[in-house]
């Protein structure tokens, strides 16, 4: 049974700060890797997907990586801003099945 | 990738009522999922919804609780029946975007008083 852990549970950082958050998982044997983001009560918005066969993804500030061999993902978030506060989530997609991690609540302070 | 409409955003419901979720997705697809975020928690899978046939429940979730429709390939509906404080959560559809990932119905947050 595919676990998905995510490392900080909370992060709280100064505008301008560039950071990492981790995602790892047991299972090795996914089709991808997908990272959202959470505002406080509402849906999950789609951020960067990366495919089993790939390593990285990047769009505008933001680059997830994926190395399956070691069962780790991370996103980097660089010049945070304040609008970057919320919950992020990774999931892994296997076979009609995703499975999430409880996700990293970050604020980032003014 | 699809966009999903879903309704209502939020809820406040008395015990013993029921409430029924509304997901409309803007291009045809073959399953969509149904998922539960309680408080603090990540998202559980509730069921896969398929149309024309019966939702297909994960453990721990009947449907008598939580009846599905799915009366073509556009639209689904939840419905969380006899609630109780316990079922105070955010319900999310969801559908497979195949090389686009996974995209989400906006939530609605329910809260049972």
């Known amino acids: 049974k595919q676990e998905v852990t995510q490392i900080p549970a909370a992060l709280s950082v100064p505008e301008g700060e560039n950071l990492v958050l981790n995602c790892s998982f047991t299972?090795?044997?996914?089709?991808?890797l997908q990272w959202f983001r959470q505002d406080p009560g509402k849906g999950l918005t789609s951020l960067l997907l990366i495919q089993s066969s790939q390593r990285e993804q990047t769009s505008g500030r933001l680059n997830a990586s994926l190395d399956k061999s070691s069962g780790r993902s991370t996103l980097y978030i660089a010049a945070s801003q304040p609008g970057d506060s919320a919950t992020y989530l990774c999931?892994?997609?296997?076979?009609?099945?995703?499975?999430f991690g409880i996700g990293t609540k970050l604020q980032v302070i003014p | 990738s699809a966009v999903i409409s879903q309704k209502p955003s939020r809820d406040i419901c008395q015990r013993g009522t029921s409430l029924t979720i509304q997901c409309q997705v803007d291009s045809q697809v073959t399953m969509m999922f149904w998922y539960r975020q309680q408080p603090g928690q990540s998202l559980t899978l509730i069921a896969t919804a398929n149309q024309g046939s019966e939702a297909t429940y994960e453990s721990g979730f009947v449907i008598d609780k939580f009846p599905i429709s799915r009366p073509n390939l556009t639209f689904s509906t939840l419905t969380v029946s006899n609630m109780s404080p316990e079922d105070s959560s955010i319900y999310l559809c969801?559908?497979?975007?195949?090389?686009?990932?996974?995209?989400f119905g906006s939530g609605t947050r329910l809260t049972v008083v």
């Open positions: 299972d090795s044997a996914i089709y991808n």
């Open positions: 999931a892994s997609g296997g076979y009609q099945k995703v499975t």
């Open positions: 969801s559908v497979d975007g195949g090389i686009y990932g996974y995209t």
